[in-house]
């Protein structure tokens, strides 16, 4: 009769040889997956470098072009109009922050000043477009109040209209220049980033518009508008 020791030792046996010989591990070579700050940053490199190849073509009818923003990220900063007509206004989200402060200063003051139009895509703008040619006769009259598609700082998300809030009739129209909003924005917009983007005899030749204001507080926003700025300089300095 076989003792208890005896016993244990055979059943280990036994269990040794039934199992499976397990085979050789092959190590899998690892993954590397970008972090979400690799890829955001791809991205705006990607993003910047679109917009530089737009900006060196030649202007149309006076207006630098513009490539369109990445809807996607904008901020809506309000709504224009009622009913069927409501639109729903964005920005890129640093002019759009900013222009948040520059609303709240102004209200401070007792001023009411109110974003008309964001974001416009280049769609949308040759319709604007093509509306004036029917109105002017020609591109090149019609190009004097509205770019031509795929020329408007408006694709940017980094302009926009602004109006004054106590009155509404003189929404884009040449008698905002008269309003309080105009005078404080011409006396801090700059503070916020923000300038006038057709002064009256602008070197590019398109009409005076008190109304278009661009947003250049950042790097980026310099970048897009660097050809603007430079005739815009050049303007400042013959005057």
Do not use: C
């Not at 190590?27 to 910047?48: D, H, R």
């Not at 007792?110 to 895509?121: A, D, E, N």
């Not at 019609?142 to 509404?168: I, Q, R, V, W």
């Amino acid at each position: 009769m076989l003792n208890g020791y005896a016993v244990m030792q055979f059943v280990m046996r036994s269990l040794t040889h039934s199992l499976p010989t397990p085979s050789p591990s092959i190590s899998q070579p690892l993954k590397i997956i970008p972090s979400a700050s690799v890829a955001n940053t791809n991205i705006q490199v990607a993003s910047l470098q679109k917009q530089e190849r737009v900006t060196a073509y030649p202007p149309k009818f006076g207006h630098f072009p513009y490539s369109e923003g990445d809807t996607e990220k904008m901020i809506i900063i309000g709504s224009y109009a009622q009913h069927e007509y409501q639109r729903f206004e964005q920005l890129a989200p640093e002019a759009a922050l900013a222009l948040m402060k520059l609303i709240y200063a102004a209200r401070d003051e007792g001023v009411w000043i109110i974003p008309v139009s964001g974001f416009r895509s280049i769609a949308t703008q040759d319709k604007l477009f093509q509306s004036q040619i029917q109105r002017r006769g020609s591109p090149e009259a019609a190009a004097k109040l509205s770019a031509p598609p795929g020329y408007s700082e408006h694709h940017t998300g980094y302009a926009l209209d602004l109006a004054d809030g106590h009155f509404p009739k003189q929404d884009v129209t040449y008698n905002f220049a008269n309003t309080d909003a105009f005078r404080w924005l011409s006396q801090h917009g700059k503070e916020f980033g923000f300038e006038l983007s057709f002064p009256a005899n602008n070197l590019q030749g398109v009409s005076y518009e008190p109304w278009h204001w661009r947003f250049i507080g950042s790097p980026n926003a310099v970048r897009i508008f660097a050809r603007a700025k430079q005739t815009s300089s050049e303007n400042q300095t013959l005057n």
